[in-house]
């Protein structure tokens, strides 16, 4: 057993999600042991100053690199809080900070692609020597170089822990931003039929309308209380669902520079027509991410899904959770709590397992989900100073 420290905070900017955990084995026989799962909060100054530059506030470097240090030094903080009461780590995997995503751009017939370009803060090389602990980041670079999306990388981690030998299954993880692995039954070059994207808003859009009815004093919608008072606005949603990412086929990656505050901005003055009530409104909203899902699924798939698990700040959102199932009909929605791996947690977990294979030369991306041409190291490893 590999003890590794996983790290992650997501298009939510809620707090980095740290998770420890032993692992062993490397693909079929790969086990995890959650040991430990904390969420920690951003100082305020801090999340407001991430939040600002994702929704394209212009900086200086000296101011950029000022808050790569804050965030690096944060997630150092919340690896060693994380091991208290623990044997060690020899290993931390961290994702970072997205504060930017620009999926690869086709540039017409007869000329090539674009390359996708993506920035997370939190370096690295800083936390391996503040930690003392070998750190692995930086970890979607590889896959964009080579003409992928860099995202959504958790699949090929989803593949091994959360295959069925019978059974289809999508692991749909709510966070800020939405994101679906389809897992075929575990036979017959399965690997090759899976299949992964990003579906659209998750929690993002949700979160910054509470934020703003509540004139910030809100900053999310408990186990989607407030939402399930209202009744969602069905023309809204048939035309918000008309945006051209939802028609986009797949392998697909988006972020807050979609769906992040003007876009919030168009829906308010799209319903204002409809004179919604606060309620209503956040109803809506969690409609339209309910309906792009199942959406994305029926347009996508090349088959429905016996049973779908979430995973993500969302899978605790009861009223989006009911909203899907209503949508989905007879396929039972469920948690990935239910077969063994804590939902909270799994996109800490699975970077983790990604630290854990790059140590091991092993590849951690799924071409069929990021649209890279062949299988590739991912991260970029930073040993600590002994």
């Excluded at 039929?193 to 900053?219: Q, Y």
Aim: glycine share 10%; charged share 20%.
């Amino acid at each position: 057993m590999t003890r590794i420290i996983g790290l992650i905070s997501g298009t939510s900017v809620d707090g980095i999600d740290a998770a420890l955990v032993d692992i062993s084995g490397t693909d079929l026989d790969l086990k995890v042991e959650l040991l430990a799962g904390q969420t920690y909060p951003y100082p305020a100054e801090l999340r407001d100053s991430i939040l600002a530059v994702c929704a394209g506030k212009a900086i200086s470097m000296a101011e950029l690199a000022a808050l790569d240090d804050a965030i690096a030094f944060s997630f150092a903080q919340a690896a060693q809080n994380i091991q208290t009461a623990h044997q060690p780590a020899i290993l931390i995997g961290s994702h970072g900070q997205t504060v930017y995503h620009r999926p690869p751009q086709s540039q017409g017939i007869g000329k090539p692609q674009s390359l996708g370009y993506t920035l997370q803060l939190g370096r690295g090389e800083l936390i391996a020597s503040l930690t003392g602990i070998t750190t692995v980041s930086n970890f979607r670079v590889a896959d964009i170089a080579i003409g992928g999306h860099g995202a959504p990388l958790v699949p090929r981690v989803d593949a091994f822990l959360l295959s069925h030998p019978e059974e289809a299954r999508c692991i749909q993880n709510l966070g800020g931003i939405g994101n679906v692995a389809y897992i075929p039954p575990r036979r017959d070059n399965w690997l090759e039929k899976m299949r992964g994207w990003d579906t659209g808003p998750g929690n993002s859009l949700l979160d910054l309308a509470v934020e703003h009815l509540t004139n910030g004093a809100k900053k999310y919608d408990e186990d989607g209380k407030w939402a399930a008072t209202g009744s969602p606005c069905q023309s809204l949603v048939e035309q918000w669902l008309q945006q051209d990412y939802f028609h986009l086929p797949p392998p697909k990656s988006t972020g807050r520079e979609l769906f992040g505050v003007d876009y919030l901005n168009q829906c308010l003055k799209d319903a204002g027509p409809y004179q919604l009530s606060p309620a209503d409104f956040l109803a809506t909203l969690t409609e339209l991410t309910a309906a792009s899902v199942v959406h994305s699924y029926q347009t996508f798939l090349p088959q429905m899904p016996q049973r779908v698990f979430l995973c993500g700040g969302g899978s605790r959102n009861l009223y989006l959770k009911e909203r899907l199932q209503s949508l989905l009909k007879t396929i039972p929605v469920l948690t990935t709590d239910e077969v063994g791996l804590s939902g909270d947690f799994k996109e800490a977990i699975a970077f983790a397992v990604l630290a854990y294979w790059r140590q091991l030369d092993i590849p951690g991306n799924l071409p069929s989900a990021t649209g890279a041409p062949h299988e590739v190291l991912l991260g970029e490893i930073h040993p600590a100073e002994k």
